[in-house]
């Protein structure tokens, strides 16, 4: 390569990179794989080594590659949170190895542990209470998601007594097991919601939202496998380790000491399978020089400690046929391509498709009819292809293009700007899309009607006996047409029956879940219950006063507005009301449990160690107080907790508002 030549690589590498740590670490949804940023990242290291000259002063290769996000508080990390150096080969290690045994000699014990797939975290823990946590960032500055942290239920929020440090920093992986990911992000999916590609995303996406509420409704655990005194407590990591655990802290169980490269040869290839019945997902293996004395004559590099190195498993990839390309209608009408492929043996299952997600992926992959294709099954429930073998492509292979009309009903397909779906928007009149709403309005999240499940459903909808929703509840009057159904019999039909009149008890909000509108999950559904309280005046809302109700963006906003405005629509939801259904918020009679607070007001903020902000509510209103959204003069108390904003303490000193912990306030009720 001639050194023009080594200058423009270095400078497509460099920006290539840079937008993959952005993508990876700010965006949370990496276009490329684990091992093609590391090839590349190698590539680019490897040529700067050569002409230093031509490397970029912020190269990725020098710095660890996340950014700070803009909405959280910023902080410095007291100790840097740096990387791992990296390698896909057993050569590698043996190298690394021989690297150790050159400067410190002989007598060493690696740690062997998991390298867990998730985000790290910094916790600092001070008189044995959590009163910090802070993501990677940059490695020297992160993000304050103390909030979010503390809604981990694995992270211990107050340590109970024990022989710990007054001060002490703590740093694990934050991740989301993989049976919590299917479940959450196929209710994502249902909703018309984005879907996360990995459990590490969602993790990260979860540690990224501004509202705790949310974060505690998504499981998270999180591993801890390093420690940070001012003072060392310990001779080796192991014994930290150990320690740690006894604090209450969650440390792997898969953890080994070993005595030579020889076993941790063995501990890698253990996992390489194990790995896959593991929970959660683990990329690699970490090993550590044990010793800490030893850890420190080994010392850094401006990047990376020289003491430990992270094995990483190669994804496995296979090389299969495409057979065509499928195009499944979901419920709110997205129309998603599924790949066929000539089945294929890929660790240790069949794979026979692979998901193409949307149009973008097609033309990102240039998908050609008859492709070879690499299939790739990192820990993802569905396999994905990463690329296309284009030496087996024959000349005349015609691109695959995306369908321009829907595979079931043919009509026409619209794309909203800025949404990477296709929809079909017959939503009235095509068959998948009318199924599927009412699969999901009987579903067990929505009004959970017993005796009646999606295959019941399909066959009523073929028998032409359900159209819409409100057919369900006619259903009672064509008891001759059911019992003409084949295994069909009575005891069943009454038991669907049963189970249709008692679904009309169920709350308005598993109402509005159930009704499929766009956008409108569970929680969205809650949240709009909550607010409007009844169908009529959540029909009246405009674009303003749907979005001024927290957590409703513009997209969830205007999707209401559209389904609203539909006459159609309208005379189903006519239909339903008069059948008996539930469209007003139950009201709860609240009785009194005292009048210690009446005539007093309150405003909550903050985190509280030992209750939630609903629950000091409910503590409140009940006792006769009354809760204000914001601090004026006609506050009585400010109920503070941890994290609370700068700007509230402020106003409420000015205004010489009292200040009250959760305690004081329970103590006022004595
Ligand atoms: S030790 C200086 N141990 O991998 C020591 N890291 O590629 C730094 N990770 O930033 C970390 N499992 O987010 C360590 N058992 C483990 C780990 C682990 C996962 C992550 C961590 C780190 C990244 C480096």
Redesign the pocket.
Known sequence: MSPTEAKERIETLTAELKQHNYNYYVLAQPTISDFDFDQKLRELTDLEKQYPEYADPDSPTAKVGGEITKEFQTVRHRWP????G?TYSEQELVDFDQRIRKAIGDNFEYVC????????MSMTYEDGKLTRAVT?GNGVEGDDVTANVRTIHSVPKRLAAGNYPVSFEI?G?VLMHRKAFERLNNERIESGEVAYANPRNFASGTMKLQDSAEVAKRPLDC?L??LYTDKPLFKTHWDSLQAVKSWGFHVSEHTRLCRSLQEVLEFINEWEQKRFDLSFDIDGI?L?VNNYAQQEELGFTAK??RW?I?YKYKAEQVETELLNVEYNVGRTGAVTPVANLKPVLLAGTTVKRATLHNANEILRLDLHEGDFVYVEKGGEIIPKIISVNLDKRKPDAKPVTYLASCPSCGTPLERKPGEAAFYCPNDEGCPPQIVSRMQHFVSRRAMNIDGLGDETIETLYKKDLIHHISDIYELKDKAGELKQMDRFGEKSINNMLKGIEQSKQMPFEKVLFGLGIRYVGETVARKLVAHFKTLDRLKAASLEELTAVEEIGERIAQSLVEYFSGTVHHEELKKLRSQGLQFEAEEIVVTLQSDKLTGKTFVISGVFENHSRDELKEIIEQNGGKILSSISAKLNFLVAGDNMGPSKLEKANKLNIPIITDADLLEMLQ
């Open positions: 949170m740096l990387s791992l990296n542990e998991l390298k867990f797939d998730g985000l790290s990677r740093r992986e591993f496998y390093f970490v550590k990376v400690p430990a992270a």
